[in-house]
């Protein structure tokens, strides 16, 4: 068996507080080895130099759109993973709004399968509901021993009370977690855009920030009575975070992430009707944009999740109302991170291992992932945060292109993946 | 200096000189005398949604300017078959010189001048703009008042779901005259004031009204108010221009309405049809600015 060392890194493991100096070895797919730089005892078969790069716990998404089976001209498992693997992502939750919905054990098993040239692992999160109508459960006990690691209908909230405790007291049974795309489609009506000045101006009907945050307030209601594990998807509201913060200080169980893409734009993006920057939830404000900033410095966001959503460009290159909603960000939400919240000085790279990795792995419950103790599984980023580079679209690994950071410059850069001892992605 | 104005998409992106200089070409331009112009230009009407009073007005223009017109309506049979707007207009765009568009999807208009190459003229998108109805309406209003600078100019109605009232406001501030707007929360969120520099919210009619240069009345929007609850008759009673709110206005104000006016909901019939109402001037303006737009942007190059 081929044993690895990572030699002259900078560790960071923020579950075991390291941040130092330290070789790591790898063998047999797990760490075998921490030790103080040339250190090692045991001794390694290849070696691969990474002086100046950080080394941390391979990164973790908990909320990507893999679109197979079904609509493979978006975006198939290899195309989506080998973009993971680029952004740094050792491991993605795939969300199950594919065609079919992936509410049986069968479509979770085929997901999983080899056959996929899944480049990372594949977790997939299994529909809370059949067919994600928000009607009659899943198998949850099912689901969960072919490979689920959580339950959602995200993009088609659960908005029938009844249904959503039945389905957080039986994923609490499970032990699974329940991840809520929080939206009271009552209130949003599927509107293209955040309620607000821009969307007066362009004359676009806009969803209300109420109609997130009251589905967050209603959902973490329903989970301190029922106990269980609630994860709340891409928060993009101000308020939703104070009910975070509120259900939190009341002992309830609740996560939160968020995407690249809210806390780097706001609804002003949308002004040229851009459909790049159309996405569910919509942009919101600038004063929603900086509560999502002060909540990633202050620990209320726990996780970084890109709701990487690839399309077609027939199906953007519409008008506004019309158009798809998502945008593609495997590959660069370590760049945003560090360049909109490290180089910014607001929080440490620590806390962005923390965002990426640590945090995720313990949300969707992926033992022995999300830290690089030794006997964990060799899931491991290699990147250098210092590294100044521009994306290019063009060159993407995903099958669309369907973001606006084409041309963006970027502090941070993945230069290794390595996926159970195995480099997936080198760029050293 | 200004690169030449493409399109007119609406009338934001416009700079005052630019508004007068279309207003100044439009004083020289008559229907009852026609001109050649855009001879030999071909004009697309490409209306993806009803109209009559702005596609009869945009092609009576263009033909009085000597250039061809072709109408597409969206019940055309590519485009009832799924053909994208895409695809649409560059399929025009090897046969036309320009497109005169109208469609009831915000931005549309936009989205289109940026995958083809031909001048793009908006004749109303969705919520979002009416530019030809903007200069039109300032064109009548300086027919009055000489200049705009200075002027109190109230709409009352429905703002939320008037691309009129948003063009309108745009076009009114860059020129310089006091845009207050006066309708019911639901018709006239709060964002509203953000739209353009000078613009006020006033709710009570009679106090918007009070000493006004202009009173632009809009039609309450039926077909768009889906769900909101909008009482009609006290609708009526708190926002419809009668004789007697229309004292309040300075003695010299114009009445005015982009049509097509409903009687008994806005105004009165007698307000519609009194002295102060300059409803069938606007329409004629229509045809005289609609040519000052399509010689500015098609005229002199080939």
């Known amino acids: ?428 | 200096m200004k690169a030449k104005l493409r399109s007119l998409l609406g009338i934001e992106p416009l700079d005052s000189r630019q508004i007068l200089d279309i207003l100044s070409l439009a004083k020289r331009m008559n229907p009852a005398r026609p001109r050649q112009t855009l001879r030999g230009r071909r004009i697309a009407l490409l209306f993806y949604e009803n109209s009559t009073r702005t596609r009869t007005s945009f092609e009576i223009a263009a033909k009085s300017l000597g250039a061809s017109t072709v109408v597409i309506h969206a019940t055309t049979a590519s485009i009832e078959k799924g053909e994208s707007l895409k695809d649409t207009g560059q399929t025009l765009q090897s046969i036309v010189d320009a497109i005169v568009m109208r469609h009831p999807s915000s931005g549309a208009p936009v989205l289109l001048s940026r995958l083809i190459d031909i001048p793009i003229i908006n004749a109303g998108d969705g919520m979002h703009a009416h530019p030809s109805q903007a200069l039109l309406d300032a064109f009548t209003i300086m027919n009055h008042k000489k200049s705009l600078k200075g002027l109190k100019i109230v709409t009352i109605g429905d703002i939320f779901h008037s691309r009129v009232a948003r063009s309108d406001a745009h076009l009114f501030s860059k020129l310089g005259a006091r845009v207050v707007f006066c309708g019911p929360d639901v018709l006239l969120p709060e964002t509203a004031r953000e739209l353009a520099p000078g613009v006020e919210i006033v709710r009570e009619m009679e106090e918007a009204i009070d000493g006004a240069d202009v009173v632009m009345m809009l039609r309450v929007q039926q077909e768009r108010l889906s769900g909101m609850q909008i009482n009609v008759d006290e609708y009526v009673r708190r926002y419809q221009l009668t004789a007697a709110k229309l004292k309040l206005a300075k003695a010299d104000a114009i009445v005015m309405h982009p049509g097509p006016m409903i009687r008994g909901m806005e105004m009165t019939d007698e307000v519609a049809d009194c002295g102060q109402s300059v409803v069938l001037e606007q329409v004629l303006n229509g045809v005289k600015v609609r040519m000052a737009i399509l010689a500015m942007l098609l005229g002199g190059k080939r």
């Open chain 1, 1 to 428: 068996m081929s044993t690895m060392l990572l030699q002259g890194g900078h560790l960071i493991d923020p579950a075991r507080g390291l941040d130092a100096p330290a070789d790591v070895v790898l063998r047999d797919g797990l760490v075998a080895e921490i030790a103080e730089p040339g250190r090692t005892k045991i001794g390694a078969d290849e070696t691969l130099k990474v002086k100046g790069l950080i080394v941390a716990p391979g990164f973790i998404d908990l909320h990507v759109h893999l679109r197979e089976p079904g609509q493979t001209h978006k975006e198939n498992i290899a195309s989506g993973t080998a973009a993971a693997a680029a952004g740094g992502f050792t491991s993605v939750c795939a969300m199950p709004n594919t065609r079919p919905i992936n509410d049986s054990p069968a479509v979770t098993r085929w997901m999983r399968d080899e056959e996929r040239g899944a480049v990372v692992n594949v977790f997939p999160v299994a529909a809370a509901t059949l067919g994600s109508l928000g009607e009659k459960l899943s198998d949850y006990r099912a689901l969960k021993e072919a490979g689920a690691v959580a339950l959602s209908d995200d993009g088609a909230p659960i908005l029938d009370d009844q249904i959503m405790r039945e389905a957080l007291a039986l994923a609490a049974k499970v032990g699974l977690v329940v991840i809520q795309h929080a939206e009271d489609t009552r209130l949003s009506h599927g509107n293209p855009m955040n309620e607000g000045v821009t969307s007066f101006k362009l004359g676009l009907r806009g969803q209300p920030a109420a109609s997130e945050w009251q589905m967050v307030e209603r959902d973490i209601r329903l989970t301190s009575q029922e106990g269980g594990r609630l994860h709340v998807a891409h928060v993009s509201a101000a308020k939703s975070l104070q009910m975070v913060r509120l259900g939190r200080a009341s002992q309830v169980q609740v996560t939160a992430e968020v995407t690249p893409h809210h806390f780097l734009f706001t609804e002003e993006s949308c002004s040229t009707y851009d459909t790049r920057y159309k996405m569910n939830p919509p942009l919101r404000s600038a004063a929603d944009r900086a509560a999502l900033l002060a909540a990633l410095a202050d620990g209320t966001i726990d996780a970084i999740a890109t709701d990487h959503a690839p399309h077609a460009l027939f199906e953007k290159e519409v008008e506004f109302e019309k158009a798809a909603f998502g945008i593609t960000g495997l590959e660069i939400a370590l760049a945003a991170a560090i360049t909109e919240l490290q180089h910014t000085g607001m929080i440490s790279l620590s806390r962005v291992v923390e965002l990426l990795s640590t945090n995720p792995a313990k949300i969707v419950g992926l033992s022995g992932r999300g830290t690089l103790a030794e006997g964990s599984i060799a899931d491991v980023t290699i990147f250098d945060p210092k590294k100044r580079w521009s994306y290019e679209v063009e060159q993407t690994r995903s099958r669309s292109r369907n973001c606006p950071y084409g041309g963006m410059q970027f502090y941070g850069k993945a230069l290794a993946t390595i996926v159970g001892g195995r480099v997936v992605f080198n760029e050293l």
